[in-house]
């Protein structure tokens, strides 16, 4: 998410008219530890005359959609301010799904052992009483 609010703020800058290597280290100077060094060294790598697809290749995994967003405007010819925010949009949509998937598992996950506690407890205390209960006027 951290790196989706970045993208966000990255597309308002570029929006507002700020040149790209200007908003990467505005960005990178407004935020915190995770985003800060990756934005920086983009920013640096651009700086000294890097193309895109270099200066974003030393960036980790989790910054590829605003490299692809780069990329794909620079091909275009289009500002990146649009494609940042579709692709800060598919980073939260991706993070819900997954935060919804592990949320199933866990609810999945859980159901055995509170069986293999419960299941116990309900023979104890329902069907043993039940059973000694219809067998004892028969004795």
């Known amino acids: 998410m ?5 993208m966000d703020l990255l597309a308002l800058a570029l929006a507002g008219g700020a040149p790209t290597v200007a ?5 990178s100077a407004a935020t915190g530890p995770g985003v800060r060094e990756p934005l920086a060294r983009v920013a640096a790598a651009m700086r000294w005359g ?7 290749a030393g960036a980790s995994s989790a910054w590829r959609p605003a490299a692809g967003a780069f ?8 500002p990146p301010s649009t494609l940042l925010r579709r692709a800060a949009d598919d980073l939260r949509v991706g993070e819900s799904e997954r935060i919804a998937v592990a949320g199933a598992k866990a609810g999945v996950r859980i159901v055995l052992p509170l069986g ?3 299941l116990p407890a309900f023979v104890l205390l329902t069907v043993v009483p039940l059973v000694m209960g ?3 006027p028969l004795g």
Request: glycine share 10%.
């Open 23 to 27: 908003a990467l280290e505005a960005v």
């Open 2 to 6: 951290v790196v989706a609010h970045a």
């Open 71 to 78: 990329a794909l405007a620079a091909r275009a010819g289009a």
């Open 50 to 56: 890097v193309d895109g697809d270099g200066a974003w």
């Open 134 to 136: 219809l067998v004892e």
């Open 116 to 118: 293999l506690c419960f």
